[in-house]
């Protein structure tokens, strides 16, 4: 199975504060997505990630930013956290767009912006 | 833009009765994704329709897909109490990579 890790379920950080969430797949993935849920909105597209290096900006990239040196690893950063930033965010990953499988998702972090 | 509509938003039923969850999408795709989300955990993939008139069925579920009305239904059949959760649908966006979500329909399954 694929496994997709989180490194925090609960966080709580400041305003102002940089925060990184980070998120490791064990399946080989080349795509990498983060995105935030918020209620009533759904989920939305922060960033995601093709291949080492990449980027692509989502629909919401304002107020973040990525890494991904590793291929099994990306980063989301917030370089300032404000309290709007407060949300669930998800990391995701799937196999290249010619495989057809659903993305799968890690179990989360919570963030609270104070 | 590629817009993901869900209906209903909320649903409340009664153990036994069927229901039906519609997701409508704005722009051509033959790539839809649904998937199950219980309180706190994460998301779990259900089904993957990948063709105009597929029909995917999973227990008490059953999804399908018509592209050229741009729909996918989830169907429920005779609800049980564990089907309670927030179910997504989800459409390749147009770069290919990425998924554009509905706002999820809360599904309340009642004695």
């Known amino acids: 199975d694929v496994k997709v890790t989180q490194s925090s379920r609960y966080l709580v950080k400041r305003t102002g504060e940089k925060v990184f969430l980070e998120c490791v797949q064990d399946m080989d993935h080349e795509n990498m997505f983060w995105y935030r849920q918020d209620p009533g909105l759904g989920l939305r597209l922060i960033y995601f990630s093709y291949d080492v290096k990449m980027k692509e900006k989502g629909d919401i990239p304002e107020g973040y930013s990525v890494s991904r040196e590793k291929k099994e690893r990306f980063s989301l950063i917030l370089e300032s956290a404000s309290t709007n930033q407060t949300s669930m965010y998800l990391c995701a990953s799937s196999p290249p767009g010619g495989i057809i499988q659903p993305q799968h998702f890690g179990d989360g972090t919570r963030l609270s912006i104070l | 833009e590629l817009k993901v509509e869900q209906n209903p938003l909320f649903l409340s039923m009664q153990e036994g009765k069927n229901y039906t969850i519609y997701c409508n999408y704005s722009?051509?795709?033959?790539?839809l994704y649904w998937y199950r989300q219980d309180p706190g955990k994460s998301l779990e993939s259900l089904f993957v329709l990948l063709s105009n008139g597929a029909v995917k069925q999973e227990g008490r579920l059953m999804a399908s897909l018509d592209t050229k009305a741009r729909l996918s239904t989830l169907h429920i059949t005779a609800a049980v109490h564990d089907l309670s959760a927030t179910y997504f649908c989800a459409v390749d966006a147009d770069s290919g990579y990425a998924l554009n979500f509905g706002k999820g329909t809360s599904l309340l399954v009642t004695p």
């Open positions: 722009t051509t795709s033959d790539r």
